[in-house]
């Protein structure tokens, strides 16, 4: 399971290295697209290891977000990083019991355009792509005494697609994204982590995760309000991840309002930033 992860984390390594690449055949200076924004709503956790209940509560959300554009097919690739850390504090139906939640996630996307129109003052842009999905996090039970927690974590490749829609001073961004194919973590039924992690016994516990066994789905919508100097972005998203394997059945649920702030960056290395005549660094 070691070298599972060390190769997964090896490839994600690679393709960001890749993709962070300077430009070697065009001058233009493209800006990056950043965002910080903060989730708040409703967490439905439902994990058979822990409980036979589904247990709700508060969700909250830390989320960043960089789309940028890249020099690969023809300057047509658009590529984002997403880091998303999530987590919940959630009840039985009778709040006799707590569950707790976090999940830390990261996403690599590359999305290429399908669709441009534009019409008066508006425009429309739809994208397709994907790209690898690593996330860890647990599912803490305080009424449990000899299993009380529940490990999180999958490697995962998505299907995603992309649609932006410029209307006058306003920015709507529609994306969804799913996995077809990936490896997960789960113990098989009765098996107690001081096995798996104490005593070594760790067969069976790495899946390889597909339709007939892990779904997942997020859908993410956001609007980009101009306020003076500032630029608003507030939204929606929901996610929504399962698995059932080894008897054992997870849900996880999460309907999140998100606001924050958006805005667009220069990103050049050492030389550009000593040299260039336009912008003086305060560091170099």
């Known amino acids: 399971m070691k070298r599972l992860w060390v190769l997964v984390f090896a490839g994600i390594s690679t393709l960001n290295l890749m993709f962070s690449q300077e430009s070697t055949y065009t001058n233009t200076v493209r800006s990056v697209n950043q ?19 589904t247990y709700d509560g508060i969700a909250i959300s830390l989320i960043h977000d960089r789309l940028k554009g890249s020099d690969f097919f023809n300057g047509a690739l658009l590529l984002q990083n997403q880091y998303r850390l999530q987590t919940g504090v959630t009840k039985n139906p009778t709040s006799s019991s707590t569950e707790y939640w976090g999940s830390l996630y990261y996403n690599l996307n590359g999305y290429v355009p399908i669709l441009k129109q534009s019409l008066n003052n508006s425009n429309f842009k739809l994208y397709g792509g994907g790209g690898p999905e690593l996330a860890l996090g647990c599912i803490y039970n305080i009424r449990n005494s000899n299993n009380p927690g529940s490990l999180k974590t999958h490697a995962n490749l998505n299907v995603s697609a992309m649609a932006i829609y410029n209307w006058k001073k306003l920015t709507f961004r529609w994306q969804v994204s799913s996995p077809f194919v990936g490896v997960f973590f789960s113990p098989e039924y009765g098996h107690s982590y001081y096995e798996i992690f104490t005593l070594g016994n760790d067969k069976g516990t790495v899946h390889f995760g597909s339709f007939h066994n892990q779904l997942s789905l997020r859908n993410y919508f956001t609007i980009d309000i101009p306020v003076n100097n500032l630029t608003i972005r507030t939204g929606y998203m929901w996610d929504y991840y399962s698995t059932d394997v080894n008897m054992l059945v997870t849900k996880i649920s999460v309907h999140q309002f998100l606001i924050g702030l958006a805005f667009e960056s220069l990103n050049f290395g050492y030389k550009k930033a000593r040299n260039n005549q336009l912008f003086k660094s305060v560091y170099y």
């Open 35 to 53: 965002s910080t924004l903060i989730g708040i709503g409703k967490a439905y956790l439902f994990d058979s290891y822990l409980s036979p209940l």
